[in-house]
DNA sequence: TTTGTTTATGCAACACTGTTGCAAAAATAA
DNA sequence: TTATTTTTGCAACAGTGTTGCATAAACAAA
């Protein structure tokens, strides 16, 4: 059996200081970050190409996955779930539209037949209110 | 009744040759079109500032909706159909992994409901093969 | 620890996407 | 036709993301 996206050992990937500080970010955080929040957050302590470059690789080996925000703004998620029983992998997010806010959902989505067509992937992304900006009306 | 997104009589966009030039390639294509790709076939008629703008102008009064295809880019079409019975207004939309080729999909899409939040849009990109493609594995 | 190999980083440069201000041109109204 | 409003082209700029290359850091082996 084969894991379809998490690469246990972390791959070849080193943990250099840079490597560390930028999944720091992602615990802390515990939601999906947009890339131009990574380069605000870190750019002072490393290079934006080399941002850029770590997110890429973490991706590749499957500890991240990104995707675009209501705004095409590309972010990324730690990629904790991976259910290898799904027919179609699909990655559901929500996002607010008053704060901005991106939730990775790990609920599962049907996807719609398309005759003729074969669906290997969906892209799924709900804009409204959070939480807390639903209180605040 | 309010119409949600169909302005009929054009509003005060006005019919000039870069107007009628661009809405013809969606007439023609029938398709959704990548900026990029307006930009690469109406680009020596007119300058890309005025693409970017035309298609901004149009979006705004509902003539075309746009979206972000499956490699980020921007994507416009048509926005012919519009059921005003949704309760939630979504754009599903199909992407050949292959060829590229995007449709637009009249079909309604069941949304998740997520405690506490509130849903109001919807945006969902299926990728995979399209019919032409699938048939030349 | 020290050495050698591989991977990662910083920097500069570049390409692409999209926006803004302003003067000139085109479209519409009178 | 003239006056008014909208649209366009151009130049400049900001943001995003990539590439090549020399240097630095991480890792493996002795």
Redesign the pocket.
Known sequence: MQHCCINLDMG????????KALLDVFSKKGEAVP??DL?STLGSQ?????I???L??LEKEGTLHSFTDKD???CYAKHEVCSSTKEVHSHPHFQCKECGKIICLSIDVSLPKIGGHRVEAAELLLIGQCETCVGKD
Request: hydrophobic fraction near 25%.
């Open positions: 070849t990937v080193r943990k250099t200081k840079s490597v890339v131009c380069i490393m290079n934006r190409t080399t850029y470059r770590i890429q690789r095409g703004q590309r």
